[in-house]
């Protein structure tokens, strides 16, 4: 299950009189924050979302921090936000992850320790403007997975992003307005809407907490191109997985909706969703179904999904860089900022 449970310690670091202050690990889940607060009245926050894996000899690992990181940094400018430096994130990071060692969940079973990096304006605002002070702030969770079994999605009548907007950043907002969409699409027996681009409705964008892809029938992979999707860092991962280590075409490119009948499989991909099948796309009736002629576990997906996760959990050496550095049994130095990050 994903869901909030708490682990016993987080990092708070406070800005204040134009720069950051010295970070520190606290057992006090709450935030105190003034009634008229930035976050609170104009919803001046960022995150992110990274998990912790336990590999099979006993070392605790992160898959690609930095890249958290310096999306962080993208975020946390478009908002207007000071941003936290890189450095210091990767060692926050770390201190969370050894302070709540005990809570990540064992090798083996799919589960992780869930880290939600975030960032809130914490000084009162009325008139629209940026606050003064900020906090920066990492809890960890223990989670499952995200999705269990096949999704069924719908093409929703809602739009996600606009041109221009922020869909390009991990931004709270871009999931307030997603709240209502997706207690109805549960009511109405969907996992999750697949927004289409907000300008034309022609073309697909992503679903509310991860992107998407499909498969051909010959085995190219085939992703949207968009300025208002989040470049989620999993994505990149499996592009260049299909392309590097598969030899499979790879295709980014704008998808319009009245091509999607023609692709035999479909995934979702995000650090919750890992590489979760879609088994089939409601548009206003029309339905497309994947995975007719492969079954998932024959498919080229579950090939992706397994050599990720394989990465992912030590099993495997993955390209350069994507894991931090192995966490020994002597909690030595876990985030290394890699560098490859693009
Ligand atoms: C976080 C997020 C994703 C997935 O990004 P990853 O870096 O792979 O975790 C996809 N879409 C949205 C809207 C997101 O917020």
């Not at 990492?138 to 996600?160: E, N, W």
């Not at 027996?189 to 509310?208: H, I, S, V």
Request: proline share 6%; net charge negative; aromatic share 12%.
């Amino acid at each position: 299950m994903f869901s909030y449970s708490k682990a016993p310690y987080r990092y708070i670091a406070k800005y204040k009189n134009g720069k950051w202050e010295e970070g520190y690990l606290s057992q006090d889940a709450n935030v105190v924050l003034n009634e008229s607060a930035c976050v609170l009245q104009y919803a001046q926050c960022v995150f992110e979302g990274l998990k912790a894996y336990k590999t099979r000899d006993g070392r605790i690992v992160c898959f690609r921090p930095d890249c958290n990181a310096s999306r962080m940094k993208d975020s946390a400018i478009r908002m207007a936000m000071p941003p936290y430096p890189e450095d210091k994130y990767l060692e926050a990071i770390d201190m969370v992850v050894r302070a709540n060692r005990e809570v990540i969940p064992p090798y083996g079973d799919g589960s992780s320790l869930y880290l939600r990096p975030f960032m809130i304006g914490t000084t009162p605002v009325l008139g629209v403007k940026p606050a003064d002070e900020y906090e920066f702030r990492i809890f960890a969770s223990p989670v499952g997975p995200y999705f269990d079994g096949k999704i069924k999605l719908r093409v929703c009548d809602f739009d996600r992003a606009a041109p221009n907007g922020t869909g390009n950043i991990k931004a709270s907002l871009n999931y307030a307005m997603s709240l209502y969409a997706i207690a109805d699409a549960h009511a109405q027996g969907y996992d999750e809407n697949l927004y289409l681009d907000a300008a034309t409705r022609r073309f697909l964008e992503e679903t509310g907490g991860a992107n998407i892809f499909f498969v051909t029938k010959e085995g190219s992979l085939v992703t949207p191109a968009s300025g208002t999707i989040l470049p989620s860092i999993t994505r990149r991962s499996v592009l260049e997985v299909a392309s590097k280590v598969f030899g499979m075409p790879v295709e980014e490119r704008r998808i319009s909706i009245d091509e999607i009948g023609g692709f035999e499989e479909c995934g979702l991909c995000g650090t919750a969703a890992v590489i979760s099948p879609v088994e089939s796309i409601d548009d206003h009736g029309q339905i497309y179904r994947y995975f007719r002629e492969r079954d998932f576990e024959s498919s080229f997906s579950w090939k992706l999904r397994t050599y990720l996760t394989e990465v992912q959990r030590g099993e495997r050496v993955g390209p350069e860089g994507w894991m931090s550095q192995p966490l020994s049994n002597e909690f030595e130095s876990l985030c290394l900022p890699s560098g490859v990050c693009d």
